[in-house]
């Protein structure tokens, strides 16, 4: 098993640090659960049967996360591939390598609970 520490929601601002803003002028965050469905439609898992499986398996432990992700090896295997050679905007892949290393960089010992 792997544990990944969900991070908390990350603000988005451009490469010269100006706060990304929608069209009405709401400033744009990202939530790690977004970010992780972003993950999830990665040709990595896609390929195979196997691969679905873990797409479904994610999701599922994402919904039920409480502030930590468990998941299987496989699956985190699978995740933290994707999330590794993953495409990303330019524009604001920066602001998500907390996001990233929160997942490549996920536990093999159970957090304990507070």
């Known amino acids: ?46 390929c195979d049967m196997a691969a679905v499986c873990s797409v479904v398996e994610v999701k599922t432990q994402m919904k039920g996360a409480n502030g930590v992700l468990a998941l299987e090896n496989v699956d985190w295997e699978r995740l933290a591939e994707a999330t590794r050679h993953g495409k990303y905007h330019p524009l604001v892949a920066h602001c998500l390598l907390p996001f990233m290393k929160a997942i490549t960089e996920a536990s093999s010992e159970k957090p304990k609970e507070h």
């Open 1 to 46: 098993m792997k544990y990944i520490t969900i991070p908390s929601s990350i603000d988005l601002y451009n490469v010269q640090g100006d706060r990304i803003h929608d069209e009405r002028g709401t400033p744009q965050y990202m939530t790690f659960e977004h970010f992780i469905y972003g993950r999830l439609v990665d040709p990595a898992f896609g």
